[in-house]
Every structure is written in C-alpha cells, then in structure tokens.
C-alpha cells in the first residue's frame, strides 16, 4: 500500500517551453502533497505544499508563478514549470500524506528528472 | 528554524560491519523523525520513523531511538550487506507557513558495502 507514482520519470525540453508533471497517490487518498527538488550533491528542498482544492503553500525563495501547483483531486497533484530555463534542471520529486492513517508519514514517488536545453 | 544536521559521507564498509549515521537535530516542540532510503535508480523509501521521545523505530535491521536529551536519531545496524548501498536521508517534521506538516531534511549520506 501507499504507492506514489509520477509522470513523466524523463522528460527533456526546449527553453521557453512549459513542462508539467502529474504526481498521483494510487491507494490512498492524499489531501496534502509535497514538491521538491533534488539538488546533485543529495540535498532535497521543499518547494511548496499542496493542499487539495486550496492554494499551495510557497517556500520562501520559490517563484509560485514559475511553479504553478494544482491539487484538484485527492489523488492527484500537479507541477507545472512555465517558461523553463536550464537552470530549472533538476530532479523534481513528489510526496503524499496518507490522511487515512492519520500519521507525519510521507509516501515518495519516484521522482521526475528535467533537462532543459 | 527547525534543521537537521547528518554525518557527511560517503561511508564505505565490508559487508558484515557496524554501521552508524549519526544525525542531530534541533526543534521547537516534538517533532517525529524519519529515516529514509534511496537506493540507485529508485525513488525515496521510509526506512523507519520515532514518534515521541526514546521510541525506537526498526526495519530491516536498522535501527534509530529518538533521543531527546541529546536531539539525536542515530540509525545503527550491526551487519551491513551490499544490498544495504544507498543514500540515507534523516528528516524530523516540523509546521510550515500554512500551518501544515512538512519534513526537514539532512543532507543525505551516502553507503557503500564491499563484499
């Protein structure tokens, strides 16, 4: 139980483009979900938390019009970059609380690996 | 604010030794804490997690006790395998500006076991 899945795993685009990632919670209803980066040296940075059919919650630093975040179901969450630039490549990886069990348990997807040209 | 400091790595052993990570934190209020796993090519895994003051979380042979009077969660193991290679990642949660639980992060430290 509590799988997290994401898509795309890969994905490579120009700059300027527009790239979104959908992150779902397969067995189990998530009313939060979590986004964040992966950095090269292991560090990982929340950017914002997502709340089901309210506005996420920013980390400071992060742009929330470049990261555009939608959590319009309890099982799926998504993460658009908008107007990507090279230095938006990253290793992007989501989570999701299980509400149901009622525990700080976060459950990761496998995460999502930007290139931009 | 609420941080989590980790041992750096990269740590490598000979299957069969003691492990230890050791990893500190520093809190306002009772946090839980979490040991996660990234093993290569994989997506991060909950290894194991404490919830209150000297419990002991354990799986797979790993364990961590929560330890309030020196703010740590060490996570031990007392025969390593080379299945055991991976990033090990320390986090405790903590309330964000919404008010909304999010974890705190070490840096990870990275395993390798040599057969």
């Known amino acids: 139980g509590a799988v997290v899945s994401q898509h795309p795993s890969r994905v490579i685009c120009k700059s300027g483009t527009s790239v979104k990632i959908e992150c779902r919670s397969l067995d189990f209803q998530a009313t939060t979900m979590f986004w964040y980066r992966q950095f090269p040296k292991q560090s990982l940075m929340l950017m914002a938390t997502s709340n089901e059919g309210s506005k996420a919650t920013y980390e400071q630093g992060v742009e929330k019009d470049k990261f555009l975040i939608n959590h319009a179901s309890l099982t799926l969450s998504t993460l658009t970059v908008t107007s990507a630039h090279p230095e938006d490549s990253s290793f992007y990886i989501c989570s999701a609380r299980d509400q149901e069990r009622g525990t700080d348990t976060q459950y990761f997807g496998p995460g999502t690996r930007l290139t931009v040209l | 604010g609420d941080s989590v400091t980790q041992m750096e790595g990269p740590v490598t052993l000979s299957e069969e030794a003691f492990l230890t990570i050791n990893c500190t934190y520093t809190?306002?209020?009772?946090?839980?804490l979490f040991w996660y796993v990234q093993y290569p090519g994989e997506g991060l895994q909950l290894l194991l997690k404490a919830t209150k003051a000297d419990d002991k979380g354990s799986n797979k042979g790993f364990e961590a006790t929560y330890r309030k009077e020196t703010t740590s969660f060490h996570l031990e193991k007392g025969s390593v395998q080379v299945s055991d290679s991976a990033v090990y990642f320390c986090?405790?949660?903590?309330?964000?500006?919404?008010?909304?639980?999010?974890?705190?992060w070490g840096l990870g430290t990275s395993l390798a076991v040599n057969p």
């Open positions: 809190a306002t209020g009772y946090p839980s």
């Open positions: 986090a405790l949660s903590s309330l964000n500006a919404g008010n909304n639980r999010k974890l705190i």
